[in-house]
T-cell receptor, first 114, second 111 residues
Framework: AQSVTQLDSQVPVFEEAPVELRCNYS??????LFWYVQYPNQGLQLLLK??????LVESINGFEAEFNKSQTSFHLRKPSVHISDTAEYFC????????????FGQGTELSVKP | SQTIHQWPATLVQPVGSPLSLECTVE??????LYWYRQAAGRGLQLLFY??????ISSEVPQNLSASRPQDRQFILSSKKLLLSDSGFYLC??????????FGPGTRLTVT
């Protein structure tokens, strides 16, 4: 069975510092990978996705993630965070040809302090 | 552009009462539709998904059910709520199997 592990439940950082949110997955078949962001009391927003092609994917607000097949990881990074990046971040995988069912990690709460 | 609506936004219901949460999508046709539940401090759990009218797949056995009476309408129901049903319920739609866009959610508190 497939699973997703987000290694850090909470990540506190100072504004303008770099951050990495870690995500590892377990699957015996090919997967597609996603990062979602959830602001308080809101739904999830798709941040970025890896389906195929370049293993480095970027979002419009400065986040990037790299798919590493050998390490089964899809870590999310940002070189300089802002207060507005404070939110919960979810890593998710879906398996090809299984109706798009997303399997989520437990989430990482990113807290950016001034 | 496509939009997804959920209502109500918040709901407080006593144990044993029925439940009906509604999700509708605008601006697309024949979307994949999903219901997720997010319990406090936990990740998201897929409850149901649908690839077409009347086609429902259940992921977790429980006292909830789902229906898709129209192409862009997805309903989550229960005949008798349990305390453990409390949580944040999220509906999502997907233009394909590999993209999902979430609604604003319904906060359900069972007392």
């Amino acid at each position: 069975a497939q699973s997703v592990t987000q290694l850090d439940s909470q990540v506190p950082v100072f504004e303008e510092a770099p951050v990495e949110l870690r995500c590892n997955y377990s699957s015996s078949v090919s997967v597609y990978l996603f990062w979602y962001v959830q602001y308080p009391n809101q739904g999830l927003q798709l941040l970025l996705k890896y389906l195929s092609g370049s293993t480095l994917v970027e979002s419009i607000n400065g986040f990037e993630a790299e798919f590493n097949k050998s390490q089964t990881s899809f870590h999310l990074r940002k070189p300089s965070v802002h207060i507005s990046d404070t939110a919960e971040y979810f890593c998710a995988v879906t398996i090809y040809n299984q109706g798009g069912k997303l399997i989520f990690g437990q989430g990482t709460e990113l807290s950016v302090k001034p | 552009s496509q939009t997804i609506h959920q209502w109500p936004a918040t709901l407080v219901q006593p144990v044993g009462s029925p439940l009906s949460l509604e999700c509708t999508v605008e601006g697309t046709s024949n979307p994949n539709l999903y219901w997720y539940r997010q319990a406090a401090g936990r990740g998201l759990q897929l409850l149901f998904y649908s690839v077409g009218i009347g086609q429902i797949s259940s992921e977790v056995p429980q006292n909830l059910s789902a229906s898709r009476p129209q192409d862009r309408q997805f309903i989550l129901s229960s005949k008798k709520l349990l305390l453990s049903d409390s949580g944040f319920y999220l509906c999502a739609w997907g233009p394909s199997a590999y993209e999902q866009y979430f609604g604003p959610g319904t906060r359900l508190t069972v007392t």
